[in-house]
């Protein structure tokens, strides 16, 4: 299948059934050696002793299992399955050797010659003889444990008696558990982060639904479960009672035509049957600042204002009046400002004596 020199770095060398380099320890996990890891599914982590540069190396595929060859020093075997295409790889991609292996159940035997001279070895030299040599062998057999037949250097007994402390990996399932176990632990801290947001209590599922009412339940969230427990008459009203208090202090309800509209809506109108932008809104009559507007679908199919102007209320076409009022103070928080966030939160407090009954 492959013969030649191949080009080792960190002692190391792969066959891998996919991108991922087989990794320390899980590829040894529960092995008796520690030459030839083949712990993780698909992988084989193969170790030399040349630390880097080329070694002469081999890949034998066979229909059973060949004789043994023992003027190899250290001789290993393990079993493997195949997934997919499957490749000898050098580290980092130096070198790549696709091997025509099918998804069976393999019996692979590692041999190694000449380990502590190549772990002793600097890097050889164009045209220098190579130091150490390894066979790769691979035959149809059922899986069974992994076992050491010839132990020769002292490389190859160091690397057996350090993989052996390597535990078992999981089973399949141990892993499933454990994937179970860190979902939990996930959803358990994505619920106490979304608690966190809201202020340290979870909210009801209708106030979760409101978006903008996570956003608002740092500042405003005994005002929020109030306001959400209120019947829908008091919604309303305090989503009007809000949007006016917004106007008056952005001095815009001394502005005649969002006076009018905002008195309609106080009227219990329908705000887009009682605004009426004057022409004149469009140039200079609009003072600089945000400017307050109850709209459905903005007029002549648009929602926008000349530069001078900027949309900040479009309540009143919900149909939810809690949905209404938590618009309206989204709103009202950003005409007040983070330093002011409060300012007119006593006086809706005192505006209605109902909410302050359902204050929790």
Known sequence: MMTGPAWVSYAQIYVESSERQPELPESFGGQQNGLCGAAVAGALFLVTGLHTGQVDFAVELY???????????????????????????????????????????????????????????????????????????????PPEP?????????????????????????TPEQRAEMRRERERREAEEKLAEEIRGWGGTPPSDRLRGIWKAYHLARDYRSLLDA????????????????ARRACVEAELDQIEWIAAA?????????????????????????????????????????????????????AFHYDDPLE???????????????????EFEGELWQAFPALRNLRG
């Open 63 to 141: 229909d059973e299992a060949p004789p043994i060859d023992d003027t190899w020093e250290e001789i290993v075997e393990a079993s493997y399955r195949p997934i997919g295409d499957v490749a000898l790889n050098g580290w980092g991609g130096e070198g790549h050797w696709p091997l025509a292996l099918d998804e069976v159940d393999y019996r692979v035997r590692y041999c190694g010659w000449g380990m502590d001279a190549g772990h002793q070895a600097a890097p050889p030299m164009d045209g220098e003889p190579l130091v150490d040599r390894y066979l790769l062998q691979f035959w149809p057999a």
């Open 262 to 314: 905002l008195d309609g809506i106080d009227r219990g109108d329908e705000p887009w049957k009682v605004l009426r932008i004057p022409t004149e809104a469009f140039g200079s009559a609009v003072p600089d600042g945000p400017v307050m507007f109850a709209i459905v679908g903005g007029w002549n199919g648009s929602r926008d204002l000349p530069s001078k102007a900027t949309t900040i209320f479009s």
């Open 324 to 342: 209404a009022a938590i618009e309206t103070l989204w709103v009202a928080r950003d005409v007040f400002g983070p330093g002011r966030a409060h």
């Open 227 to 242: 306001v959400e427990d209120a019947a829908p008459v008091i919604q309303w009203a305090v989503a009007r009672w809000i």
């Open 146 to 170: 992994d076992q050491v037949i010839k132990q020769t250097s002292a490389q190859a007994a160091y690397w057996h008696r350090e993989r052996r402390k390597t535990p078992p990996p999981p």
